[in-house]
């Protein structure tokens, strides 16, 4: 059953566009990880799913309603956090069931509260066409594009945004990009893993990374191969079985991968100890 | 003809709520000096140092860096500050380099030139150090890494808050003749410290806090001062 995954249309198609995420996820990830915001991508799925409901109510293709509520959400949770409204994880918990509580009752106003719905929080990765491989490219190929290009004044941000501030970078809107970036990952990753799964390959593959790298730059490398390992081989299982979720065996490809590397690993990504004397 | 100073405060108004912090400050450092901020413990000078980088606003007053409004974040990619403590909330490995090169990020795009991180890594003595993972090194060295980050390009103007803190008695000479030699470059060091002994011999001037004014002091006042305090 493997061979269906080089042979056959749909199988190449679940191959390209679980690399491109697998790939990129870690990317956008590893900031949001460094700045304690692992979280925020299940927020902004959660919402998404309401962006759903509202494209299949207006008429439009649920993708398109995903993105822009993804991004107005985006844009709502930094502005909370900015105000100290997000510190805790109440806020983040009220996100999350405004996000699937809205999608529940927009669906169902819609007549569409079925199985589909189940694509949409898990994927659907073997009944993607080559357009949505195509979307899913661009929006991986923009992501990554803006990372590469603004890695350094991220970085910077990402390691003390107060330090950031007063060298007088553009810190409020530097952060507006990465959760903008987020949005339009998420919106990527729905139709591979799905809604519920997607922030798991952000923060997964870097966590995984951490334990064993020494630098940021290598953290992110460790988890760029370990998000497209873990697509590969999540999808190689969900293709032999026949009937598994290849979004749930991606992850926990990615999880297993974690486990292995925190055994070999020499530190932990938090709660870490002072090695030398002064 | 009047020469810009590299620091200068008009009438500064700084209050955490009702209870004022900064009452009608006045302060001018010049390019050159080495100049030492103390005072006692709540009597502002971090606020100052805050409102100097451009992380508060007066509530009334200017603070102008270099002759423009501190605010203004074209000047503040002038300035090169030292936050007391650890080099951020680190979650990954970060290793030292890139906390350093950190530093050299001014805008969208920011340069990262090697040879800079080199010289920055040389003058806190961490050459050997900076392939390694933040998170690894001991708290003075976290402390020097901080400072190396501010260090790194040169800036005109250079503030540190508490930068001995925490770093070997050994390590000292070598970081007070480093920023000497800075402000004899031409850059303005301002150095906030409750101890401003380890810079006694260097420093151009001493600043005291209290009571939400600033004023210069000699080293025996200062002294007199302390011991006033400390009864």
């Known amino acids: 059953m493997i061979d269906v995954l080089f042979t056959a249309d749909f199988g190449r198609r679940a191959l390209v566009a679980a ?10 990830g ?102 949505d491989v195509g979307v899913i490219a661009l929006l991986g190929a923009v992501v990554l594009a803006a990372v590469l290009a603004l890695y350094r004044p991220l970085l910077a941000v990402a390691l003390d945004e107060e330090t950031a501030r007063a060298g007088g970078l553009p810190v409020d809107a530097l952060n507006l990009v990465l959760v903008a970036l987020t949005a339009l990952l998420v919106v990527g990753g729905m139709r591979v893993v799905g809604l519920l799964l997607v922030a798991a390959l952000m923060v997964v593959p870097v966590a995984a990374g951490s334990k064993v790298a020494h630098s940021f730059r290598a953290t992110l490398g460790w988890a760029v191969g370990v998000g497209a390992a873990s697509a590969w081989v999540g999808l190689l ?27 070999v690993g020499r530190r932990t990504a938090v709660g870490h100890r002072p090695r030398r004397t002064a | 003809m009047r ?31 080495l100049v030492v901020l103390t005072g006692p413990n709540g009597s502002g000078k971090s606020t100052l140092i805050r409102l100097v980088v451009g992380l508060l606003s007066p ?11 501190a605010s203004d974040p074209g000047v503040r990619r002038s300035i090169g500050y030292a936050p007391q403590g650890s080099p951020g909330r680190m979650v990954l490995p970060v290793s030292v380099t890139e906390v350093v090169a950190s530093g050299l990020v001014t805008g969208w795009r920011g340069g990262r030139r090697d040879g800079d991180v080199g010289a920055a890594l040389d003058a806190v003595g961490m050459t050997e150090l900076g392939a390694e993972c933040v998170f690894e090194l001991s708290g003075g060295q976290q402390q020097r890494a901080v400072i190396a980050r501010a260090l790194v390009g040169d800036r005109p103007v250079l503030i540190l808050d508490e930068p001995t803190t925490g770093i070997d008695r050994a390590f000292r000479p070598r970081l007070v003749e480093e ?17 401003p002994d380890d810079f006694h011999d260097v420093c151009d001037r001493i600043l005291f806090m209290e009571d939400g004014q600033v004023r210069d002091v000699g080293h025996d006042e200062f002294h007199t001062l302390e011991q006033e305090a400390g009864s």
């Open chain 1, 19 to 28: 690399t491109v995420v697998g790939l990129v996820a870690p990317v956008v």
């Open chain 1, 30 to 131: 590893a900031f949001l990880v460094q700045r304690r915001l692992s979280l925020v991508g299940d927020g902004i799925g959660h919402l998404a799913l309401a962006g759903v409901a509202v494209g299949v109510l207006v008429g439009v293709s649920g993708v398109w309603g995903a993105l822009v509520v993804a991004l107005l959400g985006a844009v709502l949770l930094e502005a909370l956090r900015v105000r100290g409204r997000l510190t805790g994880d109440l806020s983040l918990a009220l996100i999350f069931y405004l996000g699937i509580a809205a999608g529940a009752v927009g669906l169902s106003l819609a007549g569409r509260f079925d199985t589909s719905v189940l694509g949409v929080l898990f994927g659907t990765l073997f009944a993607l066409t080559w357009a």
């Open chain 1, 237 to 263: 299982m969900a293709a032999w079985h026949g009937d598994l979720v290849p979004g749930g065996t991606i992850v926990l490809t990615a999880i297993a991968a974690f486990v292995g590397f925190a055994v």
């Open chain 2, 3 to 33: 020469v810009t100073a590299a620091i200068e405060g008009r009438g500064l108004r700084f209050g955490y709520g009702a209870v004022p912090v900064l009452d009608g400050l006045e302060v001018s450092v010049d390019r050159g000096q």
């Open chain 2, 59 to 69: 509530d009334d007053g200017t603070i102008l860096v270099l002759g423009r409004p």
């Open chain 2, 179 to 195: 920023l000497r030699r800075r402000a004899d470059a031409g850059a303005a060091v301002v150095v906030v410290s409750h101890d």
